[in-house]
């Protein structure tokens, strides 16, 4: 096997024994922090940076897949996994070379500033331990994607993909094989029982995949950045290998139950898979989003009410409607610089944010709103519109579905949705050089051949 395969081979590998190991947090633990050691010593006797920056993303975003450390009741595997994901980029910091970062990094690094300055005069118990936990979850692959080279970025996008192809059927076969999560539930009440967490895709009497990430909206964000890696992105597959691996994917959305993010997959399948989109490509692209929105009214006397009370649409109506309240009700400092990570729970109960029995805001825009004002926000949307505009064009549809299902829950609030998403914007914030034609004739990219161009934004 190749060295461009062995690591993505091995993280899939990895992930299925910490599937086999859900349950038993001890093992785990020591698996993870075997993970680290290795990795570290390998990464301490590579001179290369991109071999180093592969090995270092491909191992943090294991970690943080395999287990959902921020929700199990106990800390040890949370303090491996943070501690592991910081020593090895230490690790990497040390070897040769200069860090390069990705030409967004003002804009991501004033965002964690501004919520680091709001955090420290926050009166909220642990809220600089979560910030820590995202920062790290976010920063490590953030920073380490414009080390990458050309293979490297194959690489870990390879790593992306098979994390969740292997994802992908653990969801699809998760409900006939499991009688309960395979860590822990999705939902609890007040007294710490499992709530039934129904899926409405395949009716009351399945409940909903979150594979081993704790949850199946972050389940669904990994599932989306497989599919958009998997149709434009760097890896170059053979059109029936990239049809077989999106049967899981897309199966995976399916048993998650995630309706919105299996509609996103659906559209970026639409508007790129295989040649640039052209006309009829958007055509079919709006009519996608019209019929979905033609069947969630035409069913809305039948499902609105149970899916409402799941949260699912005026829960997000709600979080919508709080804007005002945070822009009105609050001093400038906390409009400007936010109230600090953590502050939902306090906020909530001061009437800023909505309260109608869960505690997610479930929008990271008002979530960011309320916990690093309207400076950190613009810093966010900075960033997005940079990738967008002026990012790999190949990594244009995995942001549109990151800057997408920021609007359903809060990603910044789960560690492997903000490594995906930050290493997303990361890898589109790296520009690579270009090669030239040696004659007018030749290459994809000459005017002669070229297929009109579509927006910037596609």
């Known amino acids: 096997?190749?060295?461009?395969?062995?690591?993505?081979?091995?993280?899939?590998?990895?992930?299925?024994?910490?599937?086999?190991?859900?349950?038993?947090?001890?093992?785990?633990?020591?698996?993870?922090?075997?993970?680290?050691?290795?990795?570290?010593?390998?990464?301490?006797?590579?001179?290369?940076?991109?071999?180093?920056?592969?090995?270092?993303?491909?191992?943090?975003?294991?970690?943080?897949?395999?287990?959902?450390?921020?929700?199990?009741?106990?800390?040890?595997?949370?303090?491996?996994?943070?501690?592991?994901?910081?020593?090895?980029?230490?690790a990497a910091l040390l070897g040769p070379g200069r860090l390069r970062l990705p030409s967004g990094n003002p804009l991501v690094l004033?965002?964690?500033?501004?919520?680091?300055?709001?955090?420290?005069?926050?009166?909220?118990?642990?809220?600089?331990?979560?910030?820590?936990?995202?920062?790290?979850?976010?920063?490590?692959?953030?920073?380490?994607a414009a080390q990458l080279d050309a293979r490297g970025r194959a690489t870990v996008a390879a790593a992306v993909v098979t994390l969740a192809v292997v994802e992908g059927v653990l969801a699809v076969v998760e409900p006939w094989l499991y009688s309960q999560p395979l860590w822990v539930p999705a939902l609890v009440d007040a007294d710490g029982v499992a709530v039934p967490f129904r899926n409405e895709l395949l009716g009351t009497g399945f409940s909903r995949s979150q594979g081993t990430l704790g949850h199946p909206l972050p389940l669904g964000l990994l599932l989306l950045v497989g599919i958009s890696l998997l149709v434009k992105g760097p890896l170059a597959v053979s059109s029936r290998v990239r049809l077989l691996l999106l049967i899981p994917l897309l199966g995976g959305l399916v048993t998650a139950g995630a309706r919105a993010s299996l509609a996103l997959g659906l559209l970026?399948?639409?508007?790129?898979?295989?040649?640039?989109?052209?006309?009829?490509?958007?055509?079919?692209?709006?009519?996608?989003?019209?019929?979905s929105v033609a069947l969630a009214l035409t069913t809305a006397n039948d499902t609105v009410s149970s899916t409402a009370g799941s949260g699912s649409v005026t829960h997000r109506v709600a979080a919508l409607a709080a804007v005002e309240a945070l822009l009105s009700r609050q001093s400038l400092s906390p409009i400007l610089l936010g109230n600090g990570f953590g502050a939902v729970g306090r906020l909530t109960a001061e009437g800023l944010l909505h309260n109608d029995g869960l505690t997610a805001v479930d929008n990271q825009y008002v979530s960011l709103l309320a916990q690093g004002g309207l400076l950190g926000l613009a810093l966010l949307v900075g960033?997005?519109?940079?990738?967008?505009?002026?990012?790999?064009?190949?990594?244009?549809?995995?942001?549109?579905?990151?800057?997408?299902?920021?609007?359903?829950?809060?990603?910044?609030?789960?560690?492997?949705?903000?490594?995906?998403?930050?290493?997303?914007?990361?890898?589109?914030?790296?520009?690579?050089?270009?090669?030239?034609p040696s004659s007018p004739g030749q290459g994809r990219g000459s005017s002669s051949t070229a297929a009109p161009r579509m927006p910037m934004v596609l």
């Open 1 to 90: 096997m190749s060295p461009q395969r062995l690591l993505p081979a091995t993280a899939g590998a990895l992930l299925i024994v910490f599937i086999a190991l859900a349950g038993r947090s001890s093992t785990a633990v020591a698996l993870a922090l075997a993970v680290v050691v290795v990795t570290i010593v390998s990464v301490v006797l590579q001179r290369d940076p991109s071999r180093r920056a592969e090995r270092v993303v491909v191992a943090s975003l294991v970690l943080w897949v395999a287990v959902p450390v921020t929700r199990l009741p106990s800390s040890l595997p949370l303090k491996v996994v943070l501690a592991g994901s910081l020593a090895l980029a230490v």
């Open 110 to 144: 004033g965002l964690f500033g501004v919520l680091l300055a709001a955090t420290l005069g926050s009166p909220d118990s642990g809220a600089g331990i979560r910030l820590a936990v995202s920062a790290a979850a976010a920063l490590v692959p953030f920073c380490f």
């Open 268 to 291: 970026v399948l639409v508007l790129w898979l295989g040649r640039r989109p052209g006309p009829l490509r958007l055509y079919a692209a709006a009519l996608l989003v019209a019929v």
């Open 383 to 436: 960033v997005l519109v940079m990738a967008l505009t002026s990012g790999s064009r190949g990594l244009r549809p995995a942001v549109w579905c990151c800057a997408v299902t920021m609007m359903l829950f809060d990603v910044f609030t789960w560690p492997p949705a903000v490594a995906l998403m930050m290493l997303t914007l990361g890898l589109s914030l790296t520009h690579e050089p270009v090669a030239v």
